[in-house]
Every structure is written in C-alpha cells, then in structure tokens.
C-alpha cells in the first residue's frame, strides 16, 4: 500500500460521475488509500452547489481530492497529481512520445467528447433550451459517437495500442476511456463499430481494482 494513509487522502465525488470515476481507478491502480465523500449531484437541487461544497471547489463540480491540505480540482489535474505524487506504479508512460499519445487519447475523452453530455449540459437541454428527451438523447448519441469513433481509429491506427491504450499496462488513457464506455452502455448507444475499445474494456474490467473502482461498487450508489 502506498505511503498515504486514508485519513490523509479525501475523494469528493459522487458514483456515477464519469470524473469520479477516472479518479477511483487512479487511486485504487495505485494502491493508495482514501476516504470518499458523495456528493450526491441530483438530491436536494444538488449538493454540488452547497456553500459549504463550494467553499472547497468553487466550481460546484466533482471530484475534488483533498490531501496534505491541498484542496484538487478537475479530474485530469488530480491525475497528473497522482502520477507526479506517488509515481509507481506508472499511469504514464517513460518515453516523451509515449507520454504524448496517452494525453491526447485521455483528452480526447475528458475535453472534447464527456464535456458536451455530462449533466449539467443534458439539464440545460432539457431545462432552459426546452427540448425534449427524444432531442437529449440524439444530442449524447451524436457527441458520444463523434469522439468514441475517433478514438477507435487511434488505438487502431497505432502500434503502441496493446491489451490497453498504450501498452499492457493501464494507463491514464484508460482511466479516462472506460467510464466513457459505461455513459455510452448506459445511454443504449451503438458499440458495433469499437472493436478496440470493447476489448480494452473488458481487459480493463478483469482488473479487481478496477472493478473496485466501478460505478455500482461506490458507498453512495443507488441501484
């Protein structure tokens, strides 16, 4: 177990927030201890916006990672922080290119496809814009498709692509693709054209601290 201790190291999240879930499956490949906090973004108009949650990220966004006094925000710093933090075992690779193309994959996911149909998005849609579920639904499946179709070009397109993103060893890359598979599974989307990231995500979901890290296996999950 890593030198961290978990009264030392807070997870602010809630279960089925794809950036939770990016940070979960750092923390728990590294095996490093924590304690979660939910924060559940539905109940009581969402107590992401709650002063005294905003005290900590003024945001009103999860995760946030307390550690060491230091108060983290947005999912990919807190990554970068782990790696930097406590650096074995590698979520980045050693070579700068390798480094590079992991970065580019997880950013493909955390800023230009989740970004677009994460909740409070799909809540403006269907709040101030008005539009229906039927429209909802069309707009998650189009930015679902357009980012998960080009991600499965990269890893097919690359010889650095092996049982995971790059590689045999999970990287930040990973943490970031396979709650993405979980949203586009949850919202019924088509996977008939992802080969790659179907086989990555099985070979993902055979790893038990991944499973550990999973969406139904969170204290504050609601089934």
């Known amino acids: 177990m890593n030198e961290s201790s978990a009264s030392n190291i807070t997870?602010?999240?809630?279960?089925?927030?794809?950036?939770?879930?990016?940070?979960?499956?750092?923390?728990?490949?590294?095996?490093?201890?924590?304690?979660q906090q939910p924060v559940h973004l539905?109940?009581?108009?969402?107590?992401?916006?709650?002063?005294?949650?905003?005290a900590i990220n003024p945001q009103g966004q999860v995760p946030t990672l307390l550690h060491d006094g230091h108060q983290l925000i947005q999912s990919m710093a807190?990554?970068?922080?782990?790696?930097?933090?406590?650096?074995?075992?590698?979520?980045?690779?050693?070579?700068?290119a390798g480094r590079a193309r992991v970065r580019a994959l997880a950013n493909v996911i955390a800023c230009d496809t989740h970004p677009l149909n994460n909740l409070r998005v799909l809540k403006y849609l269907t709040g101030p814009m008005q539009q229906d579920e039927a429209v909802k639904q069309s707009w998650y499946r189009h930015w679902m498709a357009n980012g998960m179709d080009a991600?499965?070009?990269?890893?097919?397109?690359?010889?650095?692509?092996g049982?995971?993103?790059?590689?045999?060893?999970?990287t930040i890359a990973d943490c970031c693709l396979l709650?993405?598979?979980?949203?586009?599974?949850?919202?019924?989307?088509?996977e008939s054209g992802w080969p790659e990231i179907t086989r990555i995500a099985e070979n993902l979901l055979a790893i038990s601290e991944i499973q550990?890290?999973?969406?139904?296996?969170?204290?504050?999950?609601q089934h």
């Not at 539905?42 to 905003?54: I, M």
């Not at 709650?179 to 088509?190: G, H, K, W």
């Open 179 to 190: 709650p993405q598979v979980y949203n586009a599974r949850r919202f019924d989307c088509d």
């Open 78 to 96: 807190i990554l970068e922080y782990l790696e930097e933090r406590f650096p074995a075992p590698p979520l980045l690779p050693n070579q700068p």
């Open 163 to 170: 049982q995971f993103c790059h590689g045999d060893q999970p």
């Open 42 to 54: 539905v109940r009581d108009g969402g107590q992401q916006h709650a002063p005294a949650y905003r």
């Open 151 to 161: 991600f499965e070009q990269l890893l097919q397109s690359s010889d650095h692509t």
């Open 11 to 35: 997870l602010y999240g809630y279960w089925r927030s794809s950036a939770s879930y990016r940070v979960r499956m750092a923390l728990n490949l590294k095996g490093i201890d924590y304690q």
């Open 212 to 221: 550990h890290a999973a969406p139904e296996n969170q204290p504050d999950a």
